[in-house]
């Protein structure tokens, strides 16, 4: 990375800005300076000086009007313009405090394996420690990246600036094909907490319809905006929580905290325990790939990581707490769907109905943030250049509905960037150094191994398969790029990623 200087009150004035930083050009027209090139660092002046003007050229289209060849300025003193401007609303806290809440969790549903596997004190146990041991670390590393890259791609673009595009795209593929298996589930699993109050939803052409039609309602309000899906996340939520805080002041009476402090570990299924509890308390930096889309989100992503990490452990635990407590302990009887049971034990036949629905309610809500989450990985991977020229493009609602259409390793680029960039700007950095941004990562990692050592072989012979194909279509997109069948293209309101490796004490991003 090689730095300039911007002529602005004298010729003595200077300012240090890297190449390719968005923005700086803005800054440069505000003051009125034009940047000559510094001196060379590494004897690269002339090649630097060659590859600024060819980006000039390359971005002389800019609705702005054009621009000097060499006008780039510091992005410590002056304040610089986002990358690309549209008029469409971006999503503010709340919003996406409940997208996260759905991208993570979307409720207790499904955390009652947990007690059937280890017994209510280990259950209670799991989701208080858990959470520090992964959750946590994986929160604050997302906060801090996507803070770094605040564009549409976010664990894409991670990867791709740590470790290089191929690596880039490996983690792409294997996080879209996560999220559109756990997509093609929500539909289905909607209509079964329905089919009770409706059987004609059990089965035959009336539920096929249903799915269908469930899933192209959901589209496309994927479709008309991102501002729409985050409101109606939260009036989903609010509506899949509010029937616990209900049935929690019902069940005071019936609390027994001897219940609480059942364990037996000679009994513990850890493979079921583990998972559920990963299953629960994962994908937190699914919502990266929006920071794009964020209102202000040097500020507004951190603050909503926060909220939502205490919404979804309070969402865990004390829904767990009520109903160990409440009822009497029979471990074989916790398996999905036993909330809905407890709930008619405690208040009656309305609670049980009233659960259920706030599960397929909780179904809708993970459908439309999980689709929000994976279409926009799609745009910024294209904006990377990275996937063909159209999955780019956006609707008047500033959606991709090409990857809304397809739509129906965050740690170890994490470690490689503090190491590669340790000075680069970080709205929001996790304040432990280097050394302990290694040591954050530790029992995450050491976790996850022991999860997939405890995987059934089926579940490995998926996963095997995935990875290849994974890593034979990057250089099969390649070739495609390169023979011209496709049209690719990299957006030129970036920042290069990999333009400045041998300067590692600039800002990438301001």
Request: with cysteine.
């Amino acid at each position: 990375m090689m730095p300039v200087k911007a002529e602005t009150d004298g010729p003595d004035s200077e300012r240090r800005a890297p190449i390719g930083v968005p923005g700086a050009r803005e800054a440069a027209d505000q003051v009125g300076g034009v940047a000559e090139p510094g001196p060379s660092q590494n004897g690269h002046a002339d090649d630097d000086d060659q590859k600024l003007r060819n980006t000039a050229n390359r971005q002389s289209s800019i609705e702005m009007g054009e621009y000097n060849d060499a006008s780039y300025v510091g992005i410590t003193e002056l304040p610089s313009s986002p990358p690309r401007e549209n008029n469409v609303r971006k999503i503010s806290v709340l919003p996406l405090v409940f997208l996260i809440f759905y991208e993570v969790s979307g409720g207790p549903f499904g955390i009652e394996d947990s007690v059937q596997a280890a017994g209510p004190l280990l259950a209670l146990i799991g989701f208080l420690v858990f959470p520090f041991i992964w959750s946590v670390p994986e929160a604050l590393i997302t906060a801090e990246m996507g803070t770094m890259f605040p564009e549409d791609g976010g664990y894409v673009v991670w990867v791709s600036s740590a470790l290089g595009d191929y690596w880039g795209f490996q983690q792409g593929w294997m996080k879209w094909l996560s999220g559109v298996i756990d997509n093609a589930l929500y539909p289905v699993l909607f209509l079964d907490y329905l089919k009770s109050a409706i059987p004609a939803l059990a089965g035959g052409v009336p539920r096929v319809g249903a799915t269908l039609g469930l899933t192209a309602v959901l589209t496309y309000m994927n479709f008309r905006g991102l501002t729409i899906v985050g409101w109606v996340a939260v009036l989903l939520g609010a509506l899949s929580l509010l029937p616990f805080v209900v049935m929690g002041l019902i069940a005071i009476p019936k609390l027994r905290p001897s219940r609480w402090l059942v364990v037996d570990l000679q009994s513990v299924d850890w493979n079921l325990y583990l998972n559920t509890l990963f299953w629960n308390l994962n994908y937190w930096d699914s919502i990266s790939t929006l920071a794009g889309e964020v209102n202000n989100p040097k500020k507004t992503l951190p603050k909503a990581l926060f909220y939502a990490l205490i919404l979804v452990v309070c969402g865990y635990f004390f829904p767990l707490l009520i109903g160990i407590g409440a009822i009497p302990l029979d471990r074989d009887l916790w398996t999905d769907g036993y909330f809905s049971d407890i709930a008619k034990m405690v208040g009656g036949v309305w609670l049980r109905f009233w659960i259920q629905g706030a599960a397929a309610l909780s179904n809708m809500g993970m459908f439309v943030a999980e689709m929000s989450s994976d279409s926009f990985q799609l745009l910024g991977m294209a904006e990377r250049g990275m996937l063909p020229e159209f999955f780019a493009k956006r609707s008047r609602y500033g959606t991709p509905p090409v990857g809304i259409l397809f739509s129906a390793s965050g740690f170890i680029a994490f470690v490689r960037l503090r190491m590669k960039y340790p000075a680069a700007s970080r709205p929001y950095k996790i304040p432990v150094g280097t050394v302990g941004s290694v040591l954050l990562c530790v029992p995450p990692t050491i976790l996850i191994c022991i999860v997939l050592a405890l995987s059934s072989l089926k579940v490995m012979v998926v996963s095997l398969i995935a990875v290849v194909i994974g890593l034979v279509m990057q250089p099969c997109l390649k070739h495609v790029e390169k023979k011209k069948w496709l049209k690719f293209s990299e957006s030129p309101d970036l920042p290069n990623l990999h333009g400045a490796a041998h300067e590692n004490t600039e800002t990438l991003l301001d």
